[in-house]
């Protein structure tokens, strides 16, 4: 038989014997079909309120059309699951699209149609009622479903930005702890050469400067500052008799000193600076011309950081005095950088350095 295992709670509001009649014997024949049937709307009401009903079947003859509508739309509000089939008597002409458009009423039935008919109708009520409330079950999983993604996504973020704050302090003390070691060792150097002590943390200062007004990256700043800082390393396996010495060297301890280069570059290079550090270092003494040392590279052979280290090392220690000579002045010193410009130094470099405000050399004298 259709659908007759879907005939259950179904409530039948009805005064009407005849129709009842054959709910009596639609009952009989499906022992799953057991309606609770009323008289009245509110009667219909109070049982909706205390029962689990899918279906209402609401007799036409009980009431006038707008007093009917008005109830089909109480129960669509209040029970929307619940489904709804008004049963016209045989000759009756309710405005049909009325009903349907004001009341929303799901199906009508004629109290004319076989039980067949009636069963059928009633169980695709039912049915329809079953699956609403199965779609209300998913979307209210669906609801609590994505609250705890919500939740967990929250967490997620929380710790992502605990997590990021950690390592950034970490980075923070790594950078210090590397900036304060090179400087360590820079003035580990410098102790064993009194003579050009500051001069190496002054030429960093010049270099960051320098890469600052060609809009060089924090990066590459950082990699000037400690190539700035660390330059003259390599004069650590120098002989203090030939550095501090007073008057002019013999040509043996000219090739000593140029060793320092090299030696730096061999001391810095294990070391994974995120720039490169120990090549600037290694080249700070190449001149622009290929005159310098250790390798007689020119032009863009020799890198950017050392043509800029090289400029600044040379301004530093011009305006520094010396015991066997006063510092010279600043005017003077960039006149001798211009003058051996194209030469010994980048051109740009030079162009750009003297460019520089005057008062941003930070100079000691
Ligand atoms: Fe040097």
């Known amino acids: 038989m259709i659908g007759a295992q879907t005939m259950k709670n179904v409530m039948v509001i009805s005064q009407d014997p005849v129709f009842l009649d054959k709910i009596d014997t639609l009952r009989s024949r499906f022992t799953s079909f057991s309606p609770a049937i009323v008289t009245s709307f509110e009667d219909a009401i109070t049982s909706f309120a205390t029962g689990t009903y899918q279906c209402a079947l609401v007799d036409n003859d009980l009431y006038d059309n707008p007093t009917i509508i008005l109830f089909f739309q109480d129960i669509k509000m209040l029970w929307p699951h619940v489904s709804r089939v008004l049963v016209l008597g045989q000759d009756q002409s309710m405005d049909l699209v009325e009903a349907i ?147 002019s060297l013999s040509d043996e301890e000219f090739d000593s000193v140029r060793e320092h280069p090299l030696i730096g570059y061999n001391i810095l290079n294990p070391i994974p600076f995120e720039w490169h550090v120990a090549k600037v270092v290694l080249q700070h003494h190449e001149y622009f011309n290929g005159k310098g040392y250790p390798y007689h590279l020119s032009g863009d052979e020799i890198c950017l950081g050392a043509r800029i280290l090289h400029v600044a090392d040379a301004y530093e220690a011009m305006t520094s005095n010396r015991p066997y000579r006063k510092a010279m002045s600043i005017q003077g010193a960039l006149d001798e950088l211009e003058r051996n410009s194209g030469s010994q130094f980048d051109p740009d470099v030079v162009s750009l350095f003297t460019h520089l405000s005057i008062t941003q050399f930070g100079k000691k004298n």
């Open 101 to 247: 458009n004001n009341a929303d009423i799901q199906r009508i039935l004629n109290k004319s149609w076989d039980l067949e008919k009636i069963s059928a109708i009633v169980s695709d009520a039912s049915e329809a009622a079953d699956v609403w409330q199965e779609l209300k079950k998913v979307k209210k999983l669906a609801t609590v479903n994505n609250q705890e993604l919500l939740v967990l996504n929250r967490l997620l973020e929380d710790q992502i930005i605990t997590q990021t704050d950690e390592i950034i302090k970490i980075n923070n003390l790594l950078s210090s702890s590397l900036f304060a070691t090179v400087r360590a060792f820079s003035q580990a150097v410098e102790a064993k050469d009194q003579l050009t002590r500051g001069h190496s943390e002054r030429v960093a200062q010049l270099c960051v400067e320098i890469g600052k007004k060609m809009q060089l990256s924090q990066e590459e700043l950082n990699g000037l500052y400690i190539a700035g800082t660390l330059h003259d390393v390599g004069k650590i396996g120098i002989s203090e008799l030939i550095l501090q010495k007073n008057g």
